[in-house]
């Protein structure tokens, strides 16, 4: 492929994939999709921002019945008052935040592997994604539909475990569900990015991540978001957070990668697939105390997790009280996993 055909060709493979995604070309343009709709063009523009697109310019024809359909299934849940219109938007957002992140995962996957295995420059690697999309796209698809369904699955048996246990229906001054939330980050992360290739620091991120991933979701925990060098992690009990705080040890030490963490347990607010509350801000603080390879909790966590077990899987090591700015005098305790106990996956 020369260099004066590969931008073009390029261009015309994107047409054809947008049109095939899309049911065909774009034929509405604002005013049009909204009066397509039956809604004022303000409200149109409300959904578009919180599916998280920029403003489509008046008169520019830009929308397909695609995107009529979409709109309407939303619009009907208000009209019919199964959601409020506030909630509407805010499952709108939701969808346009994940999968804008799922795509540009995905497709960046796609583009990485089609760079190594055919031995690409990056730009070839795209163009044979992008050749490759009507192959693999309605796989992704359906893949999509699949664990959507399990996952809300799962939720469920979590949500019908919490009510379950639930002993206070009546209490409104607290945050309203039990979890061990844990930090782990990679130490000396900026200094050691910074002498890295490109691909080293791609490759860097994508054996923490993906380590963090396997060892968190084979205990059963959840992760709650990424932020290049650390990860948020959810788990329904404490026993369970501490395995997996530990465990994450173990793993990047033998894939080389030093990290240190924290774990505690607490009440915690879920909101927008993220968690806050308290204990939140305090597994943060403690891991930025944290020493290289080490697990801290907080003493009241400590002492919640030592009683559950009496022949417990770990051990605790109370340290010296420390003032952290806006929580006051912490108690940290090193957690560790004794030798003869299960071994990370």
């Known amino acids: 492929m020369s260099d004066s055909t590969a931008p073009s060709s390029g261009r015309s493979t994107i047409r054809d994939q947008e049109e095939r995604l899309l049911g ?13 709709v039956g809604i004022p063009t303000q409200v149109l523009r409300i959904y578009w921002r919180s599916l998280g697109f920029a403003d489509v310019p008046d008169g ?6 695609v995107d009529v359909d979409g709109l309407k299934a939303i619009v009907d849940l208000v009209l019919t008052d199964a959601v409020a219109l506030e909630t509407a938007q805010d499952l709108v957002r939701a969808q346009g935040h994940s999968m804008d992140r799922l795509v540009l995962w995905q497709v960046e996957s796609l583009v990485a592997d089609a760079r190594h295995r055919h031995h690409l420059d990056d730009t070839s690697a795209r163009l044979v994604v992008l050749d490759r999309l009507a192959e693999i796209g309605p796989v992704l698809r359906d893949q999509l539909g699949y664990v959507w369904r ?14 379950a246990l639930s002993k206070d229906t009546s209490a409104t001054d607290r945050l309203p569900l039990e979890r061990a939330i844990g930090f782990i980050d990679i130490i000396s992360y900026t200094s050691r990015a910074a002498r890295l290739a490109p691909s080293e620091l791609s490759s860097l991120v994508q054996a923490f991540e993906s380590g963090a991933r396997d060892v968190i979701a084979a205990h059963g925990a959840r992760v709650v978001k990424t932020i290049g060098d650390a990860v948020l992690f959810v788990a329904d009990d404490l026993e369970t957070g501490a395995m997996v705080a530990t465990g994450l040890l173990e793993v990047m ?4 990668l030093p990290i240190r963490g924290s774990v505690v347990w607490g009440r915690v607010l879920s909101r927008s697939g993220d968690v806050f509350g308290p204990i939140v801000n305090l597994a943060s603080r403690l891991s930025d105390l944290a020493g290289p390879a080490t697990v801290l909790m907080d003493d009241v966590s400590a002492a919640l997790l030592e009683a559950t077990d009496s022949d417990s899987p770990f051990t605790f090591d109370h340290l010296k009280p420390v003032d952290v700015h806006g929580l006051g005098e912490v108690r940290p305790v090193r957690l560790a996993r004794r030798a003869t106990s299960t071994p990370a996956h």
């Open 24 to 36: 065909g070309p774009a034929t509405l343009d604002v005013e049009e999709m909204a009066a397509a």
């Open 253 to 256: 030490d033998a894939r080389g």
């Open 60 to 65: 520019v024809k830009h929308f397909t019945q």
């Open 150 to 163: 399990r996952q809300l699955a799962a939720l469920l048996a979590r949500m019908d475990k919490d009510v």
